[in-house]
């Protein structure tokens, strides 16, 4: 099918321990695995990244560069303000899924806003980590119909 790469933002790597009721009890190792299952299960080869730091995860896109078909991401708390990890998106011309466990528009204001989003195919929000593998099967779908050229 291709490569994908799922890249998660700041503090996804503390998923499991951090505010359960909103983000749920699985780590972001578990969260990998199902999603690493269910790449392999559509045909994708998967890679998995995660930082804490802007600079790091906008190194990240741009080794994407011609080396992945379809990128995954979870920008965290990035997604409401960093113009930076946008730009980088478009720049690489990889088509971009957004992800977020919570329902962003249903929380807090500031969190309804993704500047994110307006370079990416689509966002899928509000369903956990159920999310991440909808979000692999969006990206089979997408690339399959030939959207991906
Ligand atoms: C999040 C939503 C963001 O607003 C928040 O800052 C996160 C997680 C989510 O997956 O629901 O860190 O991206």
Redesign the pocket.
Known sequence: MGRLLVIN????NLLGTREKD??GKKSLDEINREVAGEAKKLGFEADFVQSNHEGAIIDYIHSARGRYDVLII????Y??YSIAIRDAIKAVEIPTIE????N?HA?EEF?SKSVIAPVCVGQI?GFGSDGYVLAVRAAAMFLAAGRGK
């Not at 992800?99 to 919570?102: A, I, T, Y």
Request: with cysteine; hydrophobic share 30%.
């Open positions: 933002g700041p503090n996804l909103i983000y979870n920008p965290g708390a997604t409401h992800v977020h466990l919570s962003i929380r969190r929000c």
